[in-house]
Structures are given as structure tokens and as C-alpha cells.
């Protein structure tokens, strides 16, 4: 049998159901192998994209004087825009995408035309390289890092979780949208902000609580796969006391105990995943392969993971379905 948990533990309900599973059966438990972490995303180093400078050399930017472009590329050129984070520098050709236009315009007036198409092939350039400044702002970003990484689970989660994530999740996809499509305006202070809002996410420590509740439901399978192994629970007139005791068994320390919050962890894995992975779909082409198979490996743990609870009614519906099902005759 397995060892009660202590009453402020968010394993004390499913210790205490598969303890009742184990009686009311008479059979042993597969002890559940709880995981303490969840697959690590690669570091933001590993993941950062490299992506090309422009052929901007510094005689055409001083012929760029009497653009406002020139004060962009100055601010790009120097040591705090050489050293800025990638969000700063995704800001920063947002700016210059931005200025372009009207620079180019004043260069045709003037009759300097040769700068004018060197300018207007940097923009294009530079359009281009969106999904990868993008990604290395957000996707491959310390702040996304932080959202992935799970923090001390406890029986409060995931009620204490806060909406602040979620619309940001919601916010950085709708200006990476607008960004691919042509309009390029920001609010560097919004955005850095939303950066924020997504680092005290709980990606991760979704992700560690599907992972744990999965373990215990896997544990929970194992007893009436075990007691399945023998044939029917209940064979014509013969009725064993298990399939009266089972079903109260399951409402009062399955249904009622684990099943609210189940529910939940599903509403919030709705809440979370979907945005994330739109915002992957948007910049796939970009995405790095490191990142791909981090990608995958996370896809796969968390669809797998959230539907335990589903699949560990089946299970009981099936080894109570001789004995009339979970509700009893």
C-alpha cells in the first residue's frame, strides 16, 4: 500500500484513491513515478537565430541625414544597440521598416536613387527576416524560457493561477500578425511589458502537474488492469462485493476529489497551449530544429498527459461494465 501523503500535499486525493482502489480490489499498485521537472527548452543562447546585418555602410548613413531612418540605424549602430536584448533589436527594425518609406521617398526627390533601391532592398530584407527577429524576441526569449519553467506545485494550483499571461499570449500573437503582414508600429514600452506578463506563466508548471496527475492515473490503471486480468468483475448471478463498493469508491474519491480539479488543469492547458502553438505555426518556417524537437517532445507529453483522466474512466467503465456501469444497476 502506499505511504498517506500529508493533508497540504496536492498528491494527498490521488494517494488516497488509489489506497481505496487497492482495498476495495485487493490488489497492488504500480508505485507512480512522480516527475520533479519537465524537459528543459534549449537556452536562449542555442536557440537565437542568427540573422544577417545590412550593407548600410557609414557613407550612406551619413547621406541619410535629414532622415529620421538615420537616427534609427545611429541608435542600431551603437554599443547599447549592439548589445541590446533581442527584443530591443526586433523593436529597432520594427523602427526602421517603419522610417524607411519616407526616407526613400526624400532620396528620389533629391535624385539619389542608387541609395533609395539600396534602402528599398534592406527593407525587404529585412521584412523577410521578421519570423526570425520575432522568434528570438519571443519563442527563443529568456522571458518565454521562464514561462516553460515550473514552479513548486502545490494544492492551490491551478486556482492561483493569474489571467495576465494568458493576454499576453493573446497580445504578442495579434502584433506578431500585424508585424508579418506590413504594419510594423509598436509601443516598445507595451511590448516589453507583455514580454513580463509571459515570464511569470505557468507553462511549465502546467505541464509538471498533467505530468504528475497522469503518474497517479497510471498507478490507478494498474490496479483494475490487474483485477481485469482475471475476467469480468461480475459473471452472471455472481456479483463479488467489489462492484457495490467500487462505484462509491469512484464518486466519492475520484469523481469528487481529483475530477474538479482535472477539469481545471484541462481549462487552463486550453488557455495556454493553443496561443503558443499558433504563434509556432506563424513563425514555422523560422523555428529552429533544437527547437523543433523540444516542440514535439512537449506536444506530445501534454496531449498524452491531458487526457488521463478520459482514459481512466474508459478503464472503469469498462471493468464495471459487467456489473451495470459506474452508477450500479
Known sequence: MLAACDASDHNQPFATYLARLERTLDRPATQPHLAVSTPRRPRTGQLRIAV?????????FMDLRGCTLQETIGKRNSVLGRHARDSQRLLLELEFLRRAPACIEMLR???????????????????????????????????????????????????????APVAALASVNALASRWLAGDYAADNREFELLLYDLSIGDGGTLWLALDQQAAWLDA??????????????????????????????????FIQDIQPRAAKLGQRYHQLLPPVQALETLLEDALPDNYRSWQRRRDQDLENYRDAPRFHVRQLQTLLGSCGGINGN
Open 109 to 163: 526627390r533629391d535624385g539619389d536613387n542608387a541609395l533609395a533601391e539600396q534602402l528599398t532592398r534592406n527593407m525587404a530584407t529585412k521584412h523577410e527576416q521578421l519570423p526570425a527577429r520575432i522568434f528570438n524576441a519571443t519563442l527563443g526569449n529568456d522571458e518565454y524560457a521562464r514561462f516553460w519553467r515550473p514552479a513548486t506545485l502545490s494544492r492551490q494550483y491551478p486556482d492561483s493561477t493569474s489571467s
Open 220 to 253: 490507478a490503471n494498474s490496479v483494475l488492469a490487474t483485477y481485469a486480468a482475471n475476467g469480468p468483475m461480475c459473471r452472471g448471478q455472481i456479483r463479488p462485493e467489489a462492484a457495490d463498493i467500487l462505484p462509491a469508491v469512484v464518486k466519492r474519491f
Open 52 to 60: 544577417p546585418a545590412d550593407d548600410l555602410d557609414v557613407l550612406d
